[in-house]
């Protein structure tokens, strides 16, 4: 699928909204976490009701309610991807502060990039290397500067968390690259969302099993707001991948990152230290280097 490109007013909304989104998750991963809430009964719980609520939204704006093989096929698909740095994220948020996650996630644009460079569906930049320079040394600094780093020894959770930003990139290229022909952005987010619940539900029922109505306490509500939250941020999402692909997409943490320390440091009392606001100042710079590279590309194309 090639990308088709949204108005520039709504793909600003769109960024906006959903870099909204990500900034908010990661602090909903802590109060989960604090909530004792297992990270299968999360996925299961939210892949279903996210899932219940697009596929509720589709039927009353289209009327349809089956899906064909190739959209449950790319559904199966983008679970997959997702589930791994999802489940991974939300385990992650038991061990490092939210500001820290934050930043470490904002590295999302220059994976995205790096992929669409081996996939060839992005051409080389000046720019962005100077944005996936400048983005690195923003991680790095980040981690050998926690107190958890001693000695000169890295954080292994900080640099764990890496991981799950890498993986999220191949999610965001396979989503935009297998997207079937004729799908809408609610069918995307409901076969995905739903897809995400049953493949972990073997792990809910095998490691966590819910045996009860009494299993579920007050901490719950956290992953019913996150969910209503969710069925915003797939459409969103999903709307973005389709029409300005996983590296225009990847921008929504121009919003994320900053908004993500914020909440981390209000709602948490984590502490914003010089080497944190230097870690944000250092990405800030990466961001807007590779967003310049993306205003140049469009500008360049428009003339050719």
């Not at 959903?18 to 989960?32: E, H, R």
């Not at 799950?164 to 969302?193: H, I, R």
């Not at 992953?223 to 459409?235: K, M």
Request: glycine share 10%.
């Amino acid at each position: 699928m090639q990308p088709r490109g949204l108005p520039p007013l709504a793909q600003i909304l769109a960024i906006v909204g959903l870099g909204a989104f990500w900034g908010i998750s990661p602090t909903f991963y802590k109060l989960m976490a604090r909530e004792g809430i297992p990270v299968s009964h999360v996925v299961v719980l939210s892949g279903l009701g996210v899932g219940s609520g697009l596929a509720l939204l589709r039927w009353l704006t289209t009327g349809r309610l089956g899906f064909t093989r190739a959209e449950a096929l790319y559904g199966l698909g983008c679970g997959l991807l997702l589930n791994v740095p999802f489940a991974m994220g939300l385990w992650l948020a038991r061990y490092l502060p939210v500001t820290v996650f934050a930043v470490i996630s904002s590295m999302a644009p220059f994976c995205s990039y790096g992929l669409a460079l081996l996939f060839r569906r992005e051409g080389p930049s000046t720019l962005r290397l100077f944005a996936l320079a400048a983005g690195f040394l923003s991680s790095a600094t980040l981690i050998v500067t926690r107190p958890e780093a001693s000695d000169l020894s890295v954080s292994g959770w900080t640099l764990l968390a890496l991981l799950p930003t890498v993986l999220y990139a191949f999610y965001g290229l396979f989503a935009s690259m297998a997207w079937p022909k004729g799908m809408d952005t609610l069918t995307a987010g409901a076969v995905e969302s739903w897809a995400s619940a049953l493949l972990a539900l073997p792990f809910l029922i095998l490691l966590q099993p819910i045996t009860g109505v009494a299993d579920f306490h007050w901490g719950y509500w956290t992953v019913g707001v996150i969910t209503l939250i969710w069925v915003v941020e797939r459409i969103a999402y999903f709307t973005m991948i389709q029409r300005s692909g996983p590296v225009t997409t990847a921008q929504a943490v121009y919003v994320a990152t900053p908004s993500g320390v914020l909440f981390g440091a209000w709602l948490f009392g984590e502490q914003i230290d010089v080497w944190l606001i230097a870690c944000l100042g250092l990405l800030l710079l990466a961001l807007y280097l590779n967003n310049r590279a993306l205003t140049t590309a469009k500008l360049e194309t428009k003339e050719a």
